[in-house]
């Protein structure tokens, strides 16, 4: 089954369009049969959610890395988040769970992405959000925009952006606003 073709009974497939908040429909997502369709493969192809998308108009789109840091197993707001992000118009890779921040580093670089966007819910986001912030700058990639998402505390988000992370999304963020910020912040490579 080709995961751009299924549709949720009574869920729009446009989660970018609608402006549904993150995690709304989670839960029938993750029962769908499609929502296997890559449980295993690093990059679920290639941005979890569909298929690579190409230069719109020979305009280069912008490419993200979507990735869950530690030991943290909850991904359904990461691959609903890749999901607005691809529909809208970005190319997004999904690292998947349990990724440490030199592998996120390391995919984030050979991918060529603009952004990378960091899931979390363990409560380990100050050490590891951090750390692949510090990581890519040492790496020669500090241009990469690094935003984050999950339950962090509105004191730790100031902590957070002091040390690099651009922006902070909490639940009950707007797919379209998520969007519409990537947008507006993370400039397409040549």
């Not at 192809?45 to 197993?73: E, F, H, M, N, Y």
């Not at 890779?93 to 995919?107: C, D, K, N, R, S």
């Not at 730790?156 to 040390?163: C, H, P």
């Not at 651009?166 to 400039?187: H, L, Q, S, Y």
Request: net charge positive; proline share 6%; with cysteine.
């Amino acid at each position: 089954m080709e995961v751009d073709s299924f549709t949720l009974p009574g869920c729009p497939t446009s989660l970018a369009s609608t402006g549904l908040r993150t995690g709304r429909w989670a839960v029938g997502l993750a029962r769908h049969p499609a929502a296997g369709y890559a449980r295993g493969d690093r990059y679920l192809a290639r941005c979890g959610v569909g298929p690579r998308q190409p230069t719109r108009g020979g305009v280069v789109s912008i490419r993200v890395l979507i990735a869950k840091p530690g030991l943290d197993g909850h991904d359904r707001g990461a691959k609903i988040v890749a999901r607005a992000l691809r529909d809208g118009g970005m190319e997004v890779v999904y690292a998947g769970l349990h990724q440490t921040p030199e592998q996120i580093v390391e995919a984030a670089l050979q991918e060529d992405v603009q952004a990378v966007g960091l899931s979390i819910h363990s409560g380990a986001h100050m050490t590891l959000f951090t750390r692949v912030v510090n990581l890519l700058a040492e790496r020669g990639a500090g241009d990469v925009v690094v935003f984050g998402g999950g339950i962090i505390p509105k004191p730790d988000t100031a902590a957070l952006k002091e040390r690099g992370v651009a922006e902070i999304f909490t639940p009950g963020t707007r797919t379209t606003d998520i969007v519409d910020w990537v947008r507006g912040n993370v400039k397409p490579r040549d």
